[in-house]
């Protein structure tokens, strides 16, 4: 088992992206704590992952927009497990809105959980995580190449790729590695739940849908030391969306 031994926490982690990554890691030897908004949803997760997972799974209520929550949940996962060694910053919140109507609380909504949840967590990391340690920010293709209605997302999910390149850079010396994944099209309601999807003004091939497993092998990867020579790196998951656009 590559992560044995190994403590994780990943946000978002009830459903979709997170809810795969917490089970690939768990399949792969880590304890795993799961990070969410809702306890009925996380325990939900919790009482399923758990019966192959028996005492390598725990649960922690936490809005990470909130930095003395994130710090809690951080804390937590410490006492449970008796250390930390990785975190997956999936957690994101995405909204649909012309620039002409978007207020600055729309901004400010989606930088605090796309992009400063993001921080809080690296920031713990950088003081509380084991050396040998990995962050893995889960970024988005529209951090490259976007749509309308979703300045907010897109431009927070590109920050997120400039603040991994930055926590790679100072994270080296505390033996941290950063890295990013930019998942495309991945079978999650926050693909079908998508405007711009439904209206068909977003046309999707379902050829090109990935499974949340798909980003979860990936983010394992990258979290694991087969990956030790990988920092500061963004990795296209995406089935190559990108490469067409």
């Known amino acids: ?10 946000t978002g982690a009830a459903s979709g992206i997170g809810l795969a990554v917490a089970r690939r890691l768990l399949q792969d030897g880590a304890c795993v704590m799961l990070v969410g908004r809702t306890q009925e949803k996380l325990d939900i997760a919790m009482a399923d992952l758990e019966k192959d997972a028996a005492g390598r799974v725990a649960t922690a209520l936490c809005d990470v927009a909130h930095e003395d929550m994130v710090a809690a949940a951080v804390h937590a996962t410490i006492e449970k497990f008796g250390g930390w060694d990785i975190v997956v910053n999936n957690a994101g919140l995405m909204s649909f809105k012309p620039i002409e109507e978007q207020t600055a609380d729309d901004w400010r909504s989606t930088l605090d959980v796309d992009l400063l949840g993001a921080f809080y967590f690296i920031k713990q990391a950088f003081l509380k995580m084991r050396r040998g340690g990995a962050v893995v920010n889960v970024s988005s293709v529209h951090a490259v190449e976007t749509e309308p209605l979703v300045a907010p997302y897109a431009a927070a ?3 997120l790729l400039s603040l991994t390149r930055s926590a790679s850079i100072e994270g080296k010396a505390k033996g941290i590695r950063v890295n990013a994944v930019l998942p495309g099209a991945v079978d999650t309601p926050m693909l079908w739940n ?9 046309v999707i091939d379902k050829a090109d849908v990935g499974r ?20 500061g790196a963004t990795l296209n998951v995406d089935g190559g969306r990108l490469a067409r656009l």
């Open 1 to 10: 088992m590559k992560l044995n031994k190994r403590t994780a926490i990943v």
């Open 194 to 202: 998508n405007p711009n999807v439904k209206s068909g003004a977003e």
């Open 157 to 159: 999910k590109a920050a």
């Open 212 to 231: 949340p497993e798909d980003l979860a092998a990936a983010i394992a990867f990258l979290a694991g030391e087969d990956a030790a020579f990988v920092n």
